[in-house]
T-cell receptor
Framework: AQSVTQPDIHITVSEGASLELRCNYS??????LFWYVQSPGQGLQLLLK??????LVQGIKGFEAEFKRSQSSFNLRKPSVHWSDAAEYFC?????????????FGTGTQLKVEL | NAGVMQNPRHLVRRRGQEARLRCSPM?????VYWYRQLPEEGLKFMVY????????ESGMPKERFSAEFPKEGPSILRIQQVVRGDSAAYFC????????????FGPGTRLTVT
């Protein structure tokens, strides 16, 4: 079964600074990978996804993520953080084979942006 | 194009009552998923449905929980005889045929059991 680890529970960055949120997965083959963002009291918004092909994927709101098979990672990055990026970020994995259609989520990283 | 709709957004139930949570998928989506988010945790898969069919209920508790997605109308997640441990945010997601892993989430229903 697939699993996801987000090692950082909380991260604080200054507005304008760069951001990297870590995500490691466990799955026997190449999974489908996703990053979602959740603002307080809201649902999850899909930021970006990786299914296959180019390992650097671009998403909405200026975010990007890179799939690194050798490290089983799919880290989320943004060159310059805005105060409105403060939210909780979830990495998720789907299994193309044998895992059904469910997504498995990490426990999330809470991002705080200092002005 | 409306997104995934869930109602109610907030629901308070006393222990022993029933909770009914509704989910209308995005237009053109025929697959519905329910996830539960307990405080300080990520989302956990509960059940995956297509119209009139439960495809995967491997994440559903064995008792008190049921889900349906009828031919007409929204998907319903039903929790009978609620207990305090059922207090959580319940999210519905939907997807299209052929892109079932690309799931779009609703705003959630926050259930509080008193």
């Amino acid at each position: 079964a697939q699993s996801v680890t987000q090692p950082d529970i909380h991260i604080t960055v200054s507005e304008g600074a760069s951001l990297e949120l870590r995500c490691n997965y466990s799955y026997g083959a190449t999974p489908y990978l996703f990053w979602y963002v959740q603002s307080p009291g809201q649902g999850l918004q899909l930021l970006l996804k990786y299914f296959s092909g180019d390992t650097l994927v671009q998403g909405i709101k200026g975010f990007e993520a890179e799939f690194k098979r050798s490290q089983s990672s799919f880290n989320l990055r943004k060159p310059s953080v805005h105060w409105s990026d403060a939210a909780e970020y979830f990495c998720a994995v789907g299994a193309p084979q044998g895992g059904g259609n469910k997504l498995t989520f990490g426990t999330g990283t809470q991002l705080k942006v200092e002005l | 194009n409306a997104g995934v709709m869930q109602n109610p957004r907030h629901l308070v139930r006393r222990r022993g009552q029933e909770a009914r949570l509704r989910c209308s998928p995005m237009k053109g989506h025929s697959h519905v998923y329910w996830y539960r988010q307990l405080p300080e945790e990520g989302l956990k898969f509960m059940v995956y449905l297509q119209k009139e069919n439960i495809i995967d209920e491997s994440g559903m508790p064995k008792e008190r929980f049921s889900a349906e997605f009828p031919k007409e109308g929204p998907s319903i997640l039903r929790i009978q005889q609620v207990v305090r441990g059922d207090s959580a945010a319940y999210f519905c997601a939907s997807s299209q045929i052929g892109t079932t892993h690309e799931q779009y989430f609703g705003p959630g229903t926050r259930l509080t059991v008193t």
